[in-house]
């Protein structure tokens, strides 16, 4: 009769050979709680099962994503299954790649045109960007916003932007496009992190390419995206409801960055007591 075999186990040494990830760092990950080894050896030391190698697994994979170790908590602490798992990382890693690729591609145009380093002529910004630089629509939004600190803030900056500059903010856009067009596919809800985190790219591209957008201004902007036809059909022509769903992520993201601020400040509050 064949005896069931015995199950696996790795103290902390043997674990950091069989995955590359340091002792040091095995240790850090058991006193914040990440991953805690499921035994003790008789002289006290750690011992890992195969279910810890899995977490573990599921841990490096999000940290190669670039995951905060307490979002990467969080998610390991759902009921989500291992498949579920896998399929948002699958989602996470496409939407890495095509990051990369857009680099790369805006990398080869920048090094095409930066000997020519002058601002870009209205002709090159349709080239790039279709009908949001037609002189009927710049026209229009002068008219509605050309009055605003948002408006003078932007133009100042944009003033010198060459066809370089241009080339790589279409490239940042197409890429944080993607991330929405990915995670909505994927199925993950636009308050996800994944959802999330591509709005506040969003946001951090208009802070420092135009002007300065707060969370505030950005839920603003959201609305705008769902009430003003052309801005909706922008994304629609990407995804169906895509719109919607950039919507209901920025206003997510907004309300994370608020709780965030308000964690902090009662932290400092606290401490400097």
């Not at 307490?70 to 798992?85: G, K, R």
């Amino acid at each position: 009769m064949t005896s069931a075999p015995q199950p696996r186990e790795w103290t902390v040494g043997r674990l950091a050979d069989l995955t590359g990830v340091t002792v040091r760092t095995l240790h850090h990950y058991d006193a914040i709680g990440l991953l805690t080894p499921s035994g003790r050896s008789p002289a006290g030391y750690r011992l890992y099962d195969d279910a810890d190698l899995e977490r573990l697994q599921q841990i490096v994979v999000y940290r190669r994503l670039e995951l905060p170790l307490d979002q990467i908590a969080d998610l390991l602490s759902s009921d989500t299954s291992p498949v579920e798992h896998l399929r948002r990382q699958r989602a996470a890693v496409l939407t890495r790649h095509a990051e990369l690729t857009e680099l790369l591609a805006a990398i080869d145009r920048a090094l095409e045109t930066t000997v020519n380093n002058r601002p870009a002529t209205d002709a090159e910004l349709r080239h790039l960007f279709g009908d949001a630089f037609t002189d009927e629509y710049r026209s229009e939004a002068q008219e509605r916003w050309g009055d605003t600190d948002a408006w003078r803030q932007s133009a100042a900056r944009t003033a010198s932007y060459s066809t370089a500059d241009w080339t790589e903010i279409k490239a940042e856009t197409d890429t944080i496009n993607a991330a929405f067009v990915a995670a909505k596919r994927a199925g993950l809800p636009p308050d996800g992190p994944e959802a999330m985190d591509a709005a506040e790219r969003a946001r951090l591209q208009i802070h420092t390419r135009f002007y300065d957008c707060s969370h505030d201004f950005h839920r603003n902007l959201g609305e705008m995206y769902v009430s003003d036809p052309r801005f909706t059909a922008t994304y629609d022509d990407l995804e169906p409801g895509l719109a919607q769903y950039v919507r209901d992520a920025i206003v997510a993201a907004a309300d994370r960055g608020d709780r965030r601020r308000r964690e902090a400040k009662e932290t400092n509050q606290r401490t400097t007591r």
